[in-house]
């Protein structure tokens, strides 16, 4: 034991608390108080309040309580500079881990824990030894529900968002992450508020050839075989109804489907009729079709050098052979207008020349013809001139003789 020198006579020996209790009569307390307190030493460090008497040779406590001493900055500093370098065997760890386990924290020591972690620095050392301590466990839905109730309603700064993206930035989950997730997402339904900020949160934002890449490599064959609900269907159809796509993403979209070759199986094709069966199609979406339907024609000729149109050997004799050398004007082939091919059509005069072959005389094809002529009329305001087949072979002059007229008329 460590021998203690007494400040009234000067006697040096290791019980210092008997020899002034039973010599000097005095006790310890009031003994340490006149010769050994040091400056505000009796008051709690943490809070202030006064502390309890000890002994003559460890004096008063530095701390009122426990709540107080592992509440200082100064004790937590001292526990850390003292754990620093230290490892804990796996042993240990296990104890420590099954001590802990179904113990609940209360709402006070969950907050002081919060203040205590706040503006923390973890190392990368350490970053890595919390993966490798979480990597195979699996959390219960009972945590899950508990972890989402404390982030409820938490907004999260501009600055944390930022790091977080920096932190997983090239980072890939496995097939195994991804299934877990996908499994967790199962059924759950998103609010209108959540979608329209993550809506907001992807608006400029450009997506680099390489990550559509991606997403077109790990959707690919997945929805195949997959039968959307009525519900589904309605919720898309409404989504969609009042959208108004620009040019340029019209464009993005048709490139995009360019040169795929992807054909309709016969089963996709009926679905499409059943479902447009009763449809009222405007005259305005039929004259965009027939001239998408022309786009493409010509897209894929362009590479011949000409244009795609199919004449028939009668119909070259009568124009080409015959009509060209009478009128005076030029004679253009192949007009395209309003989404049609026009047989020919002469500029100067406003006048469409059209040769009608036998299966034009079909009832149904007498309609499409009554409401294609309509239309180019009311596209070019012109006239038309009708050659049919028969009338061609039977009596050749009569419509040479029409013609020169109508050409006479116009002159």
Not at 171 to 196: D, F, P
Not at 236 to 256: D, F, L, Q, V
Not at 285 to 303: A, G, H, P, Q
């Amino acid at each position: 034991m460590k021998k203690r020198k007494c400040k009234i006579c000067g006697w040096k020996g290791c019980n210092l608390g008997c020899h002034v209790l039973f010599l000097h009569k005095i006790s310890n307390k009031n003994y340490y108080d006149t010769y050994l307190k040091k400056e505000k030493e009796g008051f709690c460090l943490h809070c202030g309040i006064k502390t309890k008497f000890l002994d003559i040779g460890k004096g008063y406590k530095k701390y009122c309580n426990r709540t107080c001493m592992f509440g200082s900055e100064n004790f937590r500093k001292k526990q850390s500079d003292a754990k620093k370098g230290k490892k804990l065997s796996e042993e240990t760890k296990q104890k420590i881990g099954n001590g802990n386990r179904g113990k609940t924290l209360s709402e006070e020591t969950k907050c002081k824990i919060g203040k205590a972690s706040k503006g923390r620095v973890h190392s990368e050392e350490a970053k890595c030894k919390n993966a490798e301590a979480h990597q195979g466990k699996i959390v219960s839905q009972e945590t899950r529900e508990k972890i989402s109730k404390i982030h409820k309603g938490k907004i999260v700064s501009q600055e944390t968002r930022e790091k977080i993206s920096k932190i997983h930035k090239g980072k890939r989950l496995c097939e195994k992450t991804k299934r877990k997730i996908s499994v967790a997402k199962k059924g759950q339904i998103m609010s209108s508020e959540a979608r329209e900020k993550i809506r907001l949160a992807g608006i400029g934002r450009v997506v680099s050839q390489k990550t559509k890449d991606r997403i077109s490599r790990a959707n690919k064959g997945r929805f195949i075989g997959k039968k959307l609900s009525e519900k589904t269907k309605d919720k898309i159809r409404k989504a969609g109804i009042g959208r108004i796509c620009s040019e340029e993403t019209r464009k993005k979209i048709s490139n995009a489907h360019r040169g795929r070759g992807h054909k309709q199986t016969a089963e996709t094709r009926e679905k499409i009729g059943r479902s447009s069966k009763g449809r009222i199609v405007s005259g305005e979406t039929r004259r965009k079709k027939r001239i998408s339907k022309i786009r493409e024609l010509e897209r894929k000729y362009s590479k011949y050098g000409s244009k795609f149109i199919i004449r028939g050997e009668k119909e070259i004799d009568c124009i080409d052979n015959y009509l060209k050398f009478i009128c005076p004007y030029e004679i253009d082939i192949g007009f395209k207008i309003a989404g049609y091919f026009v047989d020919a059509y002469i500029h100067n005069i406003n006048l469409v020349i059209e040769f009608d072959e036998k299966h034009h005389e079909k009832p149904c094809q007498r309609i499409k013809d009554k409401v294609r002529q309509k239309n180019i009329e009311n596209e070019l305001k012109c006239k038309f001139f009708r050659i049919k087949e028969s009338q061609w072979n039977n009596n050749r002059d009569k419509v040479i003789s029409d013609f020169k007229k109508i050409i006479s008329m116009t002159i």
